[in-house]
């Protein structure tokens, strides 16, 4: 529904409410989209420690119900999406994005072997260029960053597969699954 924004006066599409409970239709806000999410945000960050700890409680107490909310996610949500959303979010944010990557890269460092021959550094260049190539990821079988195992960044602990594939696996391999469906 467009209308004028009570908070900015700009004619703009108003943000929904919650649906009636006599009537069932759909109720609006006086305020436009961008001034909701405003004040959404002004109201997360003035208390981002409760919303944080409050988010980690019921991510524990729900794993269930977190795992659903994801796979539902990310079948609603295409691939280019998510990949977009990252993109802005580097840009909006290059500091802690170099930090990630700067991460990532000492996680591969601390996990590759001194052993690894001169043959097996060449070989996982190639791996890493055949993924671009083929527009693949490149996915370690055995986790490198991981609470319970550190696998290694080897050959032989690194296979080609989609993205989605690979972010359906996320941070498990089988036997990470395997053990976490084991009684504590």
Aim: net charge positive; charged share 35%.
């Amino acid at each position: 529904m467009e209308d004028s924004c009570t908070r900015c006066y700009r004619t703009a599409i108003l943000a929904t409410a919650n649906k009636s409970r006599k009537t069932g239709a759909q109720l609006y806000r006086s305020w436009c989209v961008s001034c909701e999410k405003a004040r959404k945000d002004k109201w997360r960050s003035a208390r981002r420690e409760h919303h944080n700890e409050k988010s980690r409680k019921w991510s524990l107490e729900n794993p269930d119900k977190r795992a659903a909310t994801s796979r539902k996610y990310r079948a609603k949500t295409p691939i280019e999406i998510a990949r977009a959303r990252r993109r802005a979010w580097r840009q909006a944010n290059p500091e802690r994005a170099k930090a990630q990557v700067n991460a990532r890269r000492k996680s591969l460092r601390q996990a590759t072997p001194k052993s690894l021959t001169e043959l097996d550094k060449l070989f996982i260049l190639e791996i890493y260029h055949l993924a671009q190539l083929r527009r693949l990821t490149v996915d370690h079988i055995v986790p490198i960053t991981h609470p319970l195992v550190c696998g290694l960044h080897a050959p032989w602990n690194m296979r080609l597969l989609t993205a989605s594939d690979n972010f359906r696996k996320s941070n498990a391999s089988p036997e990470i699954r395997a053990m976490r469906k084991l009684p504590k």
